[in-house]
């Protein structure tokens, strides 16, 4: 039974016996007091004595008024008495109309409406058809004789009745006021009776509210130091719960929010590991970054040495074809110095040869170099996913403790806090991941188009060794047959010119080797930028890791073994 069912029950008992002891006391009081039933009742037979005495229901007046009319002298003497008789038989006729409508009955009934009001009338109607007449007459005898043999006999019939009116009216008078004396000693009995039961209601009501307060005391002292003790971060107590009332729903409650607390901090533990472990994953991952960003820097420097040097031999190879037609304009002019020309010419293509050779060869160097470093790339945009994935963890891992922490109100803001910075930081590592990858998309597209350009340098170099095999054929057929001369050196100023255009081309071919090279510098500066963040959010993150730790620590939420509830 709850508490509020136990307060109605004795409120309601209460309540209940004093309403009984106000109706029986409002009844009594209705029926004694002045107007009441009892009082008109008593006030009924007193007004009926009254009425049966002389005038008006009691005749005697009117039988003395009739005595004088007989006796007087002269007709001026009746005409007052004669009035005087109407009167009072119309007050006579008025109080019998009213004792008609009123609430008597039985045989004081009959005596009063029957038996005393017909010889009364007929009393009236003898007075007024032959008692007048003969007095106004001044027919003193005749009235005299209508007076003693007519009115006297109806009047001692009227009297007789009267008698026995005031008889019964005053027995019933003196057993009505026995009734009311009655019915009060009854209704003081019980008013008695009701005070007490209303004492003992009011006194088992004291007794359940003190017994209700003492308990209620006891748990709610037991609720406030487990609360305290759950203020002071141990989670580990439970209380009894208890009967089903309003403080065992307290209780229960209490229970409730603790097991949440417990498993929310057990949560949070186990949050606090998972982030302990991404930073120093996240950690491991910008040192991989650095190495990575060093050997890049690397490869950077050996293709800038290598395109150094495939400059320099397309400047040598452009100082050869300079040479080759000046040689081919001295041909021209002497015929002498043929073989001298044609031995240089000779000198310079092997040259160029080994040029091309060794440019084909810094080629394929820079080619695999460039699949090298989309590797790499390809290796960092794994590294930025894996932060990525870690960050949306910890940042649901953040909006679960916020959840947690609203849940626990007051003695949960301090999460709320803890959880909004991990989610802040989870929001940074986001954006530093998705720059990191956008700029190896960025590096991607660079070596994509350098490994384009060095291809379109493998071509010119190829055929640049193949003109450089046609100049040597051509040296050779002038050495074999000199007869052929002429054409020999239009082939070679041919040849000249080929090889000319195609070192114009490996010129700009090394120009965009070198502008591809400074690209990739730039990525791996900004590389490393997004390595130095990323490793600065991995090491607040750690920070705010340990924060929410020594946080946490505060809170004793696994229960000791042999501890028992409150």
Do not use: C
């Not at 109407?86 to 006579?92: D, T, W």
């Not at 186990?270 to 991989?288: P, R």
């Not at 947690?404 to 991941?433: D, M, N, P, Y």
């Amino acid at each position: 039974m709850s508490l509020r069912l136990k307060l109605l029950l004795g409120v309601g008992m209460a309540a209940l016996a004093f309403t009984a002891f106000a109706l029986v006391a409002w009844n009594t009081v209705d029926a004694t007091k002045v107007n009441g039933a009892a009082y008109r009742e008593i006030v009924e037979g007193k007004d009926l004595v009254a009425d049966v005495l002389p005038p008006p229901e009691y005749i005697v007046e009117s039988f003395l008024v009739a005595y004088q009319i007989a006796d007087a002298d002269t007709p001026a003497e009746v005409a007052p008495l004669a009035e005087r008789l109407r009167v009072l038989r119309a007050e006579h006729v008025q109080r019998h109309d009213f004792w008609r409508e009123s609430g008597i009955d039985g045989r004081l009934r009959t005596l009063m409406l029957e038996d005393a009001y017909g010889p009364a009338e007929r009393f009236y109607a003898v007075a007024e058809s032959e008692l007048l007449p003969a007095a106004s007459r001044g027919d003193t005898e005749r009235a005299f004789a209508v007076l003693n043999d007519r009115l006297a006999p109806l009047f001692a019939q009227h009297r007789q009745v009267i008698d026995q009116v005031v008889t019964l009216a005053n027995e019933h008078l003196a057993g009505d006021e026995l009734a009311v004396a009655d019915l009060l000693r009854a209704r003081a009995a019980w008013l008695t009776v009701l005070a007490v039961l209303a004492a003992a209601a009011f006194g088992f009501l004291a007794f359940s509210v003190n017994r209700i307060a003492v308990t209620i005391m006891k748990r709610l002292g037991s609720a406030v130091g487990f609360a305290a003790d759950m203020a002071r971060g141990d989670l580990t107590g439970t209380l009894p719960e208890g009967p089903e009332d309003e403080v065992g729903r307290l209780i229960r409650a209490l229970n409730a929010m603790a097991r949440s607390f417990r498993s929310v901090i057990a949560e949070i533990t186990g949050g606090i590991q998972t982030v302990a472990s991404a930073s120093t994953e996240l950690s491991a991952v910008a040192g991989s970054m650095s190495a990575g960003v060093v050997e890049m820097n690397h490869l950077a420097g050996r293709m800038n040495e290598t395109a150094g040097h495939f400059s320099a031999g397309a400047q040598d190879v452009a100082a050869n074809m300079q040479q080759a037609t000046a040689n081919l304009h001295t041909v021209a002019s002497a015929t002498g110095e043929l073989s001298e020309t044609v031995g240089s010419i000779a000198s310079s293509s092997e040259r160029a040869r080994t040029v091309s050779e060794e440019a084909s060869r810094q080629a394929r160097t820079v080619s695999a170099t460039m699949d090298e470093l989309q590797r790499a790339a390809r290796e960092i945009g794994n590294v930025t996913e894996t932060i990525s994935h870690i960050s949306s963890q910890t940042n649901l891992l953040a909006l679960n403790a916020t959840i947690e922490a609203a849940h626990a109100g007051e003695a949960g803001r301090g999460f709320a806090v803890v959880a909004s910075e991990i989610k802040e930081l989870a929001r940074q590592t986001t954006i530093a991941a998705d720059d990191i990858q956008r700029r190896i998309t960025a590096i991607q597209d660079s070596t994509g188009s350098a490994a384009s350009d060095i291809s379109s340098i493998t071509e010119i170099v190829a055929q640049m060794t193949e003109f450089t095999g046609t100049i040597a054929a051509a040296i050779e057929e002038q050495t074999a047959v000199t007869r052929e001369v002429a054409s020999s050196i239009a082939a070679a100023n041919q040849g000249v010119a080929g090889t000319n255009g195609h070192m114009s081309e490996i010129a700009s071919g090394s120009e965009t080797i070198a502008d591809g090279i400074r690209r990739v510098n730039t990525g791996l500066g900004e590389i490393g930028s997004a390595g130095q963040q990323v490793d600065a959010s991995a090491a607040e993150l750690s920070r705010l890791g340990e924060a929410l730790r020594v946080s946490v620590g505060r809170f004793r939420y696994e229960e000791p073994v042999g501890a028992g509830s409150r």
